[in-house]
């Protein structure tokens, strides 16, 4: 692995550990961190009060690249790991859920988006 993508890799680790505290911060608890699946990866999975959230944390040079990261191809894959996530833990599957966006611009800047799409 070249330094850049070293670098790069335990950027994005730091950014959903800021993310993850962040969330506790406000009262989150988390569930899962970085849920692998043959779907794809989710990297937050946490209850906000009685609501089941699926996040998605994104780390770019600025919020506003963090932003126009979240494509339609993101926001599919992440719903269908979600809908494994539930099958895989049926007694979930009455919470309510609902998908929030994170971006992190180091070293500590973050935007939330809560309810930031819905699933497809």
Known sequence: ???QKRQRYFNGLLAEMIAAVYLMIKGYKILKWRYKTP?????????????LVFAEVKQRASIE??????????RARISRAALNFISANKDLAEKPMR?????????CTVLHLDNAWMGQ
């Open 1 to 3: 692995m070249s330094d």
């Open 39 to 51: 779907q794809g990866e989710i990297d937050l999975i946490a209850y906000d009060d009685d609501t």
């Open 65 to 74: 690249e963090g932003l126009l990261s979240i494509t339609p191809q993101m």
């Open 99 to 107: 998908f929030d966006f994170l971006a992190v611009k180091l070293p």
